[in-house]
């Protein structure tokens, strides 16, 4: 591609974003839909302004390598060690109740196994890109369903690895010789480091290359960005940082791996680092701006003339696909104690092909596992099921969901109207939990509002009284009682979920006194500054109790050590609400907070002389 047709390219690209996303936003789409939109028409086949879009797609996959990257950052190995039951319990079950149905239902219309089995498999992996940008979009990945779909998507990028080995294994068997690599021009696979080593050799190369992305993640890489980031020099990190996730995808293809998983483990390596914020905060805008790029290209490959031409097989396909998906997710799902609502998420959102099925049915229509005539309309199929997720994820939120939450909470709105209780938590979590226990044994009555449907059936076993819905929405904190509440306490771990919920009590509520908790110290400036009074930084009580314990032990009386705790508390408190008005300015910033710093020493000096 010479260098104008790359800078008009990528100008068509970018223009076709700015104008559809925006759109689709507002009008409730989402941003995954706005992009598919946008591809799709100015792709090849509607208004034709881009040529081919295999090499951009190739590019832009490396966005979904990014997003894996960052996920990883976000899982400790512990915390990945505790989801070894979901991915191999829910992912095994689903790849293969999947397979088993779509192989033999191609069977029955008279293909043979090895093809069958082979659109089985590839027919079975979901998009990992979509699936896991709307669930964070939507705030859905911490739920129950959110958890087991991301679950299944990591066993899935897993399970690409013996798809690949598999596929020179069906067109032996299949009695098909594979074509030449010279006759496949530039469309053949490129060679791999992998195939130079012999056939006994390459799995111990294979597990020595994990090997050194989980020790060098450990040691290596974590001196080199200590080295690097005394430079004191942002680009210099960043340009480490896709330094680290480029080496680890070429790594990963060189050995015939998938990219993503490999960078994904690399993220989980690096996640008790303490550079692990510096690098979620290096890539995202990488990372960002090429899922979007992959979402354009999705669009635009998605092949109108070919459904034109057979628009009732291609759409009974990617319909039947995708209630055959729905139907093994939702049917699995029965059996792990999850409310509807979760389980219908679950099955909305992997009920899709995935991009790995580009990459697999073209290595199997080059190895002669499939015909052209059979891939075609089957690649067609994995786009257009692609483009219809988002609207799957509309017909859950703005149809299923609603229903099934207000249907559970209703009958119990009405009792708490009756009640009229003074105190509104929302989010009953490692937060408010513990304040709603105390309420309640104080004999103060509380409404509590929860997200997670699971975590409420739970609290209701428990004797608790919660409710499943939203705080967000006005309408549901006016069923809750909030016109006569007394207090709002804000438990919930969403930043911007929770200033959305300030706002709006603010608004429509102003006589209710907001308790809010701070997840971290640049929300509880946003919290100063939308004028919320009483906050409270999560942790800084349980430190203060670990500090008091500590100078007990060390001599200082329960009276002394009291009192000190509740002068550096005030202190605290005070300090919060000045550097806030200077946190977007550095300079001010550091030469308050070290004042702060000078002063609470001499405070604490000062009262110390006096005790």
Known sequence: MHGGDLFLQALLFLGAAVVTVPIAKRLGLGSVLGYLIAG??????VLQWTGDVEDVMGFAEFGVVMMLFVIGLELEPRALWRMRGPILGTGGLQLLFTTLVIAGTALLCGLGWQASLAIGLFLSLSSTAIVLQTLDEKGWRQLEGGRRSFSVLLFQDIAVIPMLALIPLLAVGSGKAAPHAAD?????PPSLWIDLAPSWAQAPVTLLALATIFFGG????????CWIAKAELREAFTAATLFLVVAIALLMVQLGLSPALGTFLAGVVLADSEYRHELESDIEPFKGLLLGLFFLTVGASINFPLIAEKPVLILGLTLGLMVVKFGVLFLISGGLR???????????SLAQAGEFGFVLFSLAQQNGVLEAALADPLVAVIALSMALTPLAFLLYEKVLQPHLGTKVAEGREADEMEEEEPVIIAGFGRFGHPVGRLLRAQGIGTTVLEFDSDHVELLRDLGLKVFYGDAGRVDLLAAAGAEKARALIIAINKEDKCMELVENARKHFPQLKIFARACSRDHAYRLVQEGVEQIYVEQLGSSLDCAQGVMEMLGYSEERAKKVVARFRRHEEEALRSLSEVRHNRADYIDRARKQIQDITAIMREDESLL
């Open 40 to 45: 799709a028409l100015i792709g090849p086949h």
């Open 184 to 188: 496949q021009g530039h469309h053949g």
């Open 218 to 225: 450990r040691l290596l890489a974590r001196f080199a960005l």
């Open 338 to 348: 999850m409310g509807n609502d979760q389980r219908l998420l679950l099955a909305f």
